[in-house]
């Protein structure tokens, strides 16, 4: 890299190079593939459950799968940064990003139950702005048209008063906004290109 | 019309690739420079220690799971150099 370079060649050398740099993101498809997986079992066990016994509010899968994504995405993230090569900017503010959707969550979720209500909607509904900024940030269009599904499922839900659609609307915009776009994320990040 | 003279610290190829690295990142270690610029060690190593003279990049050589490892990040030396440096490319183009 010592031969001598003409203002073309430095001025290609740099876009090349700032434009590598822009690329090198945090590995996230962990945090997609676990939340995907654990939310969707949430949904189901939560419905299963309302079979069982349609008189009680079961909460329960919902506290389980977000203590065991909590702890694992903590767990991940701590080994992540012990390890991280490159420090963008950009994957601070996504970090950021997330932090505030899980601040607003959790206030929608307990303001919604104290009011008696079901924060199913509304969550899923907020949970469409940050997958759809972090796609747009990482330039992840999976994870861009993840968050606009999050959005019509939301809506979708909306509009139909029965459970099972419900739970069936919600478990396909997890799967789709969340573990295909995590698992296509993975590929990418292991460098296989998608088939 | 007279150039400005191109910085022969940043106007080599190798050195030019790091701090462009850099200039997009908050800080970027050893290894990851060495597979996005693709040099050897030993001269990447060389290059590194050029542009810490200079004053353009910090250099903190520190442990990551009991290994040695060597963070890199642009001072604000570099990035005045780095912008001087693309200006008078760019003049270098335009004319």
Same mark, same amino acid.
């Given at each position: 890299?010592? $031969? ?11 876009? #090349? ?11 996230? *498809? ?15 066990? $939560?419905?299963?459950? *309302? ?19 909590? =702890? ?5 993230? =701590? ?21 505030? %959707? ?7 979720? %307990? ?16 949970? /469409? ?38 739970? =069936? ?27 | 019309?007279?150039? =400005? ?18 200039? #997009?990142?908050?800080?970027?270690? %050893? ?10 060690? /030993? ?16 250099? $903190? ?20 150099? %780095? ?13």
């Amino acid at each position: 890299m010592d $031969t001598p370079m003409t203002p073309e060649q430095s001025l290609r050398l740099i876009e #090349s190079m700032i434009s590598q740099a822009k690329q090198s993101f945090s590995r996230m *498809s962990f945090y997609f593939l676990t939340w995907g997986v654990l939310l969707t079992l949430a949904m189901l066990a $939560t419905q299963v459950w *309302s079979g069982v016994d349609p008189e009680v509010r079961h909460g329960a899968p919902w506290g389980v799968a977000g203590a065991v994504g909590g =702890a694992l995405s903590a767990w991940y993230g =701590a080994r992540q940064s012990r390890k991280e090569e490159v420090l963008n900017p950009m994957d601070r503010i996504i970090n950021w990003l997330w932090a505030s %959707f899980v601040i607003a969550l959790l206030l929608v979720l %307990f303001t919604t139950l104290l009011a008696g209500g079901d924060p199913g909607i509304p969550i899923t509904l907020m949970t /469409g702005i940050p997958t759809f900024l972090t796609g747009q940030i990482m330039r992840f269009r999976p994870l861009v048209l993840g968050g606009v599904l999050f959005w019509v499922a939301g809506v979708a839900m909306q509009l139909v008063p029965e459970a099972d659609v419900r739970t =069936a609307l919600y478990c396909a915009a997890m799967v789709l906004g969340y573990i295909v776009p995590g698992i296509l994320l993975m590929r990418k990040e292991n460098g296989v290109r998608p088939a | 019309m007279a150039f =400005a003279p191109l910085d022969p610290v940043l106007h080599n190829q190798l050195r030019l690739a790091i701090v462009s690295l850099l200039v #997009s990142v908050e800080q970027a270690d %050893f290894n990851h420079l060495l597979e996005r610029t693709g040099a050897t060690r /030993g001269n990447l190593s060389v290059q590194i220690s050029k542009l810490k003279e200079a004053g353009y990049i910090q250099v $903190t050589k520190g442990l990551r799971d009991n290994y040695p490892n060597t963070v890199c990040r642009l001072t604000p030396e570099g990035l005045h150099a %780095f912008e001087g440096y693309v200006k008078a490319i760019k003049d270098y183009l335009h004319h």
